[in-house]
């Protein structure tokens, strides 16, 4: 049956609680409730059908459950290299020549551009490393996190990311049903120069990184957090004991990805492409056996090296994956919201709203705004680009715009990932406010206002290219917006030192 408006309960359940809470996993079990109510047509035999429905889905899925274990593994990993010292070398080392502000911010921005294979990978490893060296130079853990958690969506540009295929395979499938054959390579391809939101977004984080100045909520009253020098710490330290698990992890990862999707593609016949080897290959299955190996790199250097003996290892993994437990919930959950979202037809509510009010112009500027509000929704990018993907092709040939599928696959694919930074429960904001350990609708209040700037900008975009604005100025006019915004209304942050 169509629910129309009540479609949308889950969603503004969810969003307000998380706000008057700040306990996501509880705010995303109270929008599951919400939609059981409606979907259970208000029934107590309804609602426990559906609630029962959707939990199974939250704690059974495959791939969310593989998901979960990779989280639970880093912070383990992460939690042994912080017991052995190794945090500390390293954050003491990289202090002499990181010695302001300025440059932890931008070896922190930069750091995040090199790992952009992964998204999860990013955030995890760029925000715990850099932790620490970022509060030794007075930037706070909310930038840091905002850096991190914007940057990683370079993984949905690049060709050699774990986000290519799956993204090339919705645009393929999206226009063999309104007659446009191309591969899944051309398709992505075509579409990178339009992904308005990822760059702009990526350039004010620069900005940001470069100047030291931004806008948002609380940015003065929050602390920085206590560093707490250990005078024990053994004198074998290393900063190998950091780079060679996480060089460990990064190495194999890669490496393993274009062994095992070469492999598949042979043993199918399929073109050895750079998209079809990241695409087959069994990316969440290569990082959890990449972050098990890093785990007996950094135990057997802690162990060689007498840092610590195995008890505390032991004791400093366990407390490391406890540490990652409320994130793991927070995404089992976002699965079932994610799941109410589709039964009451949330997508397809939100899309049919605005589909009869779209003129041509106005197409590309319509997609990417809907797109943004089917991740709000949901709570995942890629479910928004399945959904909105072949509808919005079909509205595209409607109006003879065949020209303009690549600047339309990029308009969804963008507005997709920018909702992830306006709601505190997508996969992104809580894993950067994990590794940064502040909480996450701290997290995305804090960064809402650069979000919000780059979102505008990016809307201007696709409405100068639908009233047929050269791409160049289309990118510049809204650039100069933001640089513009950065400069008038950004400021530095006096930031209370920790008493």
Partial sequence: MEYGILSLTPAIVTIIVALATRKVAFALFMGIVGGAIVGGEYTFAGFFEHMYDYLLVSFTEPERLKIVLFILLIGG???????SGGYGKFAARLSKKLDSPRKSRLSTWGLSMTLFFDDYANVLIS??????????????????????????????????????????????????????????????????????????????TFLVALTGKWFGYGLDKAPL??????????????????????????GFAITSMFAVGSWILMQENEPLTLINILGSAPSVDL???????????????????????????????LSGTKGMIGVSLVILL??????????????????????DYISPEMLLFIIFVVSMLITVATGFSWSSMAIVMPIAFQMAMANGMEASLPAISAAVITGAVSGEHII?????????????????????????????TAFIAAGAGYILLGHDWPLWSAYVLPATFVLTVHLLFAKKNKIPMHK
């Fill in 334 to 355: 976002a699965t079932g919201l994610s799941a109410v979202s589709e039964t009451l037809g949330t997508g397809e509510f939100i899309t049919g709203s605005v589909a």
């Fill in 225 to 250: 957090p206590e560093i707490i020098e250990e005078k024990n710490r053994s004198n074998s330290v290393r900063i190998y004991h950091v780079l060679a698990p996480i060089l460990t992890l990064l």
């Fill in 287 to 317: 990082l959890i056996l990449s972050t098990i190996m890093a785990i007996g790199v950094a135990i057997g250097l802690t162990k060689k090296d007498k840092l610590l003996k195995l008890p505390t290892i032991g004791k400093g993994f």
């Fill in 77 to 83: 990993l992460l939690e042994i290299i912080n017991r």
């Fill in 424 to 452: 505190p429960f997508s996969e992104k904001a809580v894993m950067s406010s994990a590794a940064t350990k502040i909480a996450p609708v701290y997290h995305v209040k804090t960064m809402f206002f650069q979000t919000i």
């Fill in 127 to 204: 925000g715990a490393s850099m932790r620490e060296i970022n509060i030794r130079n007075k930037v706070t853990p909310a930038m840091l996190a905002y850096i991190v958690d914007v940057v990683a969506i370079m993984a949905s540009i690049m060709i050699i990311s774990t986000w290519a295929s799956f993204e090339g395979a919705v645009m393929a499938e999206a226009g063999a049903e309104v007659g446009v054959e191309k591969s899944i390579s051309l398709f992505f391809i075509e579409s990178i120069p339009y992904h308005m939101y990822t760059v702009l977004a990526i350039f004010l």
